[in-house]
């Protein structure tokens, strides 16, 4: 009986020696239609987790990374297995390796984050624990993921002073009011349209087409393109 502290004490050794498990999520954002006022609002994917720790809970899609995948093929494997996307643009966000993230282990996860256009987000295969969600409302999430989306959002609002990012959660043709709707959607604020459409007409790489966006009631606005690489860092107001 007197042995079994030292045991004990030997298997916390044991457990404190062993690397932590690695693990790929991803977080993907894209523009949805608000149910209230049906203009655009960023939202992402969760899935229901089915197993301990934290069964029930709602987390971001992700998994274990094995020997076989390079990271970026396990995160994109990962989001094509549990939501059926492929999203053009796949980032490597952060590490988050908190002591405390999982009560099992300790697990380091590499992050990944995602664009997808709005017809990308309606191919996303929901089911009763894939479904979408708006990214500024969510409730408590597995794991440390509130703090990882509130991150990912963090980033995302400070990139969008650079000309790429907005684009990706746009088609390849689109209004200028549409670009203006991608800003609003992300920073949360209203933004003045006669001052962001001069400003981003004066904006290098927006080029004007010979195409109107058909359908409305009024006179059918001008479509736009973005001819700047993704990569390129274009200030835009």
Same mark, same amino acid.
């Given at each position: ?8 004490? =030997? ?5 404190? =020696? ?24 960023? *939202?992402?994917?969760? #899935?229901? +987790?089915? +197993? ?7 987390? $971001? ?15 994109? &494997?990962?989001? &094509? ?10 980032? @490597?966000?952060? =590490?988050?390796?908190?002591?405390? +993230?999982?009560?099992? @282990?300790? #697990?380091?996860?590499?992050?990944? *984050?995602?664009?997808? @256009?709005?017809? %990308? ?8 624990? #894939?479904? *979408?969600? &708006? ?16 991150? =990912?959002? *963090? ?13 990706? $959660? ?16 992300? $920073? ?11 400003? $981003? ?5 927006? %080029? ?30």
């Amino acid at each position: 009986m007197e042995r079994q502290p030292f045991a004990s004490a =030997a298997n916390v050794s044991e457990r404190l =020696a062993q690397p932590p498990a690695l693990a790929i999520s991803t977080v993907i954002f894209a523009l949805r239609p608000s149910a209230a006022s049906g203009r655009p609002t960023l *939202w992402l994917p969760l #899935v229901r +987790r089915i +197993r301990e720790p934290f069964r029930g809970m709602w987390a $971001l899609p992700g998994g274990p990374l094995t020997q076989a995948d390079s990271l970026l093929d396990a995160a994109a &494997r990962n989001l &094509r297995d549990t939501t059926g996307l492929a999203p053009s643009y796949l980032e @490597q966000l952060y =590490a988050f390796g908190g002591l405390h +993230r999982s009560p099992s @282990q300790r #697990v380091v996860s590499i992050v990944y *984050w995602a664009m997808v @256009q709005p017809t %990308e987000a309606e191919m996303a295969q929901e089911s009763e624990n #894939v479904k *979408w969600f &708006r990214a500024d409302g969510l409730e408590t999430l597995a794991f440390d993921h509130n703090h990882i989306v509130d991150y =990912a959002l *963090w980033r995302l609002r400070n990139k969008m002073a650079y000309g790429s990012i907005a684009y990706h $959660l746009l088609g390849e043709k689109f209004t200028l009011a549409q670009v203006r709707e991608v800003y609003e959607a992300v $920073l949360d604020r209203t933004v003045d349209p006669a001052n962001f459409r001069r400003q $981003l007409k004066q904006t290098p790489h927006i %080029e004007a087409t010979e195409e109107y966006l058909q359908g409305g009631k009024h006179r059918p606005p001008r479509l736009y393109r973005y001819t700047g690489t993704m990569a390129e860092d274009s200030p835009v107001p």
